[in-house]
Structure formats: structure tokens, C-alpha cells
């Protein structure tokens, strides 16, 4: 199975993808975070607390504090620590390396391809991608949980979160000679979950801990009437994960995706360029066989 670094603000959302990738097949390296949901000590915070949760010794490395470029703006539906209502704490800490450093190393040093799923702003990622080339070539692809096609976006009108926070990034991730995964938020809407799925989820102490993290985010979208009336949560990022495990549970095309970064009402929309070379761009996606996935991954029965 695929070796795979995951590079996360959590966030809600963020900690499910840890957590359903840390149960599953994947061989996770590490997490590197960054800043976005809330603070880079938060997101790192949050990090550790998680891996402690599913009982890993996964290291946890801390990196961008801030966009290459630009302001950023914190999400609302997270709670006040970025995990809504779990208030686990942790004595674990945070490896002495920064995030950037273990990720180079650890592509320099390997003889097989990695995977990065990039499910926060872009940044640590494009930093790399700019500053050490010759590490280049060693990434087999990065899934990238980011921008919003042909929708309305959640952190303005027209961008979505993780783009709006670092559009320069983002641009440099999906423009890079690698082979690049994007999922947007328009296909991650196809997915919602309710309490019912954390609600099977078999072991008691690990229910107990989803159904607290996902409690007040999920009634935050079924009383956000922004957009359309959603009858439980949208938990992005766990999508990438199920990428990963199985592509064939999405749809993709292959097209340019460009990235706005004019500074005004349109900063960090995304939209397809006429160019079929660039990125695969999800689509659709099988919602039900995504949401069984992640439950068997979860209970262990797959
Ligand atoms: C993205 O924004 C963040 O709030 C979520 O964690 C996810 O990565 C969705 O737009
Ligand atoms: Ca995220």
C-alpha cells in the first residue's frame, strides 16, 4: 500500500482523514501541519490528539504559519480548538524537525515514490515544490483537497477555503511537473454525513470520541442555510483518503485548473482552463461506497 505523508490543519474533518487513514492499509509516515483552520499550534495540537486517539506513534511535524502570499481567515465551523467538542488532551509532542525539513528528507531519502494528501492551505507543499527541486521526481502524486468547481464557495462567494488561504500555493502545487489530484468542495457536497454513520462506528471508546468531534459541525451545515439545506456534515478531506484507497470510487477528468490570485472579489476561485495537461479534478464521486468505506475501515472489517 501506498507510504503517504498527510499534511492537515485540523480541524474536524482533517481529523477523520488521520483517523480513517491511520486504520487503513496506508502506510502514513507522518503528518505535517499547517496553519488554516486555526493556528499552526493548534492544527499541530490537534494532530498529536488525534494520533494519540488511534493509539499510532505516527510523528507529527509543525510547519507554515502563513501564506506565501496574501491574509488568511479562520474557519467558524470547527469549534473553539479546531475539533469541536473533543477535549482529549495529549502529552505527546510535536517532533523537533519542521515540517518542510522531514518532508524533504524523507523524499530524498526514499526509494519508492511518496504520497502527499494536502488537506490544509497548500503551502508547505508549494515551499517544497519551489525550494528543492531535485526532490521533485520522488513524489508520486498529491491529492489535494482544495477549491470549488462551478459553486458557490464557503469561505466567500467564490472561493473555497483552503485556495482562498493560500491561492499562490495552490497554483504552484496544480502547475508542478508531478501528477496532481484535486478534489473540490462541489464533489465533497455529494457526500454528507449524519450521526447515524459515526453512530455505527463499533468500538465504544472510539464512538464516543467521532460523535463528540463531529456533533456541532454537523448541526453547524444542517443550520447553514448559505448555500442549500444539507442534512448533516460535509467532511471534505476524508475524501482524499478515500482517494488514495480507492480511485475508482470517483470520477475525474483531466483539465488545467487555474487559480485567482487578483486580490479582488474573485481571490482563490478556481475554474478549468482549456488545457486538458494539469490535474485530475474530481467530478462525482459514489457517496454511498465512500461513507461504507470509511465505517469498515474504522470497525476493521474490510
Ligand atoms: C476545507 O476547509 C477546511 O475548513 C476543511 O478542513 C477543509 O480542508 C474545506 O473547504
Ligand atoms: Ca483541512
Redesign the pocket.
Known amino acids: 500500500m501506498n507510504r503517504i505523508i498527510i499534511d492537515t490543519?485540523p480541524?474536524?474533518?482533517?481529523a477523520l482523514a488521520i483517523a480513517f487513514a491511520l486504520s487503513s492499509p496506508l502506510d502514513v509516515i507522518g503528518v505535517s501541519t499547517v496553519f488554516?483552520?486555526s493556528s499552526v499550534a493548534d492544527s499541530t495540537q490537534n494532530a498529536l490528539t488525534i494520533v494519540d486517539l488511534l493509539e499510532k506513534n505516527t510523528p507529527v511535524y509543525a510547519g507554515a504559519r502563513r501564506p506565501m502570499n496574501g491574509k488568511s481567515k479562520r474557519?467558524s465551523?470547527?469549534g473553539k480548538n479546531g475539533l469541536g467538542g473533543l477535549e482529549l488532551k495529549t502529552n505527546r509532542t510535536q517532533q523537533q524537525a519542521g515540517a518542510q525539513k522531514f518532508i524533504v528528507e524523507q523524499l530524498r531519502s526514499a526509494n519508492e515514490p511518496i504520497d502527499i494528501v494536502a488537506?490544509?492551505p497548500a503551502t508547505n507543499i508549494a515551499l517544497i515544490l519551489k525550494n528543492y527541486p531535485d526532490v521533485v521526481a520522488k513524489i508520486g502524486q498529491v491529492v489535494v483537497?482544495?477549491g470549488v468547481i462551478d459553486a458557490a464557495g464557503?469561505?466567500t462567494d467564490k472561493a473555497?477555503?483552503?485556495a482562498y488561504n493560500d491561492p499562490l500555493a495552490l497554483q504552484i502545487v496544480l502547475s508542478a511537473p508531478i501528477r496532481t489530484v484535486l478534489i473540490p468542495?462541489d464533489v465533497?457536497r455529494k457526500v454528507v454525513f449524519t450521526t447515524d454513520v459515526f453512530n455505527r462506528i463499533r468500538n465504544e471508546g472510539m464512538r464516543d470520541a467521532m460523535l463528540k468531534l463531529t456533533a456541532a459541525y454537523i448541526t453547524y451545515y444542517q443550520q447553514n442555510d448559505d448555500f442549500e439545506t444539507f442534512e448533516g456534515g460535509v467532511m471534505?478531506?476524508l475524501l482524499a483518503v478515500a482517494y488514495i484507497l480507492n480511485p475508482t470510487l470517483f470520477t475525474t477528468i483531466n483539465s488545467e485548473v487555474r487559480v485567482n490570485l487578483d486580490g479582488g472579489p474573485d481571490y482563490g476561485m478556481t475554474t478549468l482552463g482549456d488545457s486538458k495537461a494539469g490535474s485530475l479534478v474530481a467530478r462525482d464521486v459514489d457517496a454511498s461506497r465512500v461513507k461504507g468505506l470509511f465505517l469498515a475501515t474504522l470497525n476493521g472489517t474490510i
Not at 480541524?11 to 482533517?14: A, F, K, S, T
Open positions: 490543519d480541524g474536524v474533518d482533517d488554516g483552520n474557519a465551523s470547527h488537506i490544509g483537497m482544495a464557503n469561505i473555497e477555503f483552503n468542495a465533497c471534505y478531506d
